[in-house]
């Protein structure tokens, strides 16, 4: 069993593969969780520990199942001789855990086969999503930002493994007071069920006040709004402005999606607190 030691993570992204079982508990006799973890800048220098699975199953010498840690091999960019330092733009988990995909800034999109170990290269394209991008069984669709304007989207990531680029089927907007700056940061969490929990940070200027010449910001907030992706009432129906989401129809003969707003809280940041986690 592969367990090295533990290296630090600077700035991590995780993808979660459920064991066999629907809540996500692993069978006795069959393979367990897993947690892979990767790091979103990654390095040529060998041995760092920049990829690894946290694997839920038990040892040859024990019947009894625990967590064991195994090192992976990086991405084949990382270790090219003319690579240079390159963040991981999106990623995604395909196949119900078959395999990660991800995207990185002048490399193209790569996918990884969690039962081999190997990566292959999906093309020189970037998956259409900034960050994670959630997937749904029930509407086989996954949901994420738009990798330009970082708007709800959601949009058929299957012909990834046949190396083809997948295009967006739906995208939405919500809107907010017009005082409300935006803070650049927008962030998605997946609550199961085709619910998400989209949180966006804000900021408000304190009116006619200036320091050198720039507006003083008043208040830094966070907006929490619950959000539900469902299939569209009718095929080939488009709603609009209707207070209970949009329907966006038909595409290429397939049942439109429509996204349901719920209820939004504010979190006002005081003083220098930030919110550096959601889970």
């Known amino acids: 069993m592969d367990t090295p030691d533990i290296c ?13 079982d629907e809540d996500g508990s692993p069978e006795e006799d069959g393979p367990g969780s897993c947690l892979y973890i990767m790091e979103k800048v990654a390095t040529p220098e060998p041995d760092q520990g920049q990829f ?6 038990s040892a040859e010498t024990s019947f009894s199942k625990s967590w064991y840690r195994h090192s992976l091999p990086p991405p084949p960019y990382v270790l090219h001789p003319s690579y240079q330092l390159a963040r991981i733009y999106s990623q995604a988990v395909l196949g119900g855990g078959s395999h990660l995909c991800i995207s990185a800034l002048g490399h193209g999109t790569y996918c990884f086969d969690t039962a081999s170990r190997e990566w292959s290269h999906a093309g020189d394209w970037i998956l259409p999503v900034y960050g994670m991008a959630e997937y749904v069984p029930e509407l086989n669709l996954w949901f994420g930002l738009s990798e330009k304007d970082l708007l709800p989207c959601a949009f058929d990531l299957s012909s990834v493994l046949e190396g083809r680029k997948p295009t967006l089927t739906d995208i939405w907007r919500i809107n907010y007071p017009p005082d409300w700056c935006s803070h650049g940061i927008t962030n998605i969490i997946s609550l199961g069920a085709g619910r998400f929990c989209i949180v966006k940070f804000f900021e408000t200027m304190q009116e006619g006040t200036y320091c050198f010449g720039e507006p003083v910001v008043d208040e830094i907030f966070a907006v929490f709004t619950g959000v539900e992706l469902l299939s569209s009432c009718a095929k080939g129906v488009k709603l609009n402005g209707n207070g209970k989401g949009t329907c966006s129809g038909n595409h290429n003969g397939k049942q439109g999606i429509r996204m349901v707003k719920h209820m939004s809280k504010v979190h006002v940041l005081t003083g220098y607190t930030t919110i550096e986690a959601i889970l």
């Open 8 to 20: 630090r993570k600077w700035c991590p992204i995780s993808f979660s593969v459920p064991g066999p």
């Open 52 to 57: 690894e699975a946290f694997v839920y199953t």
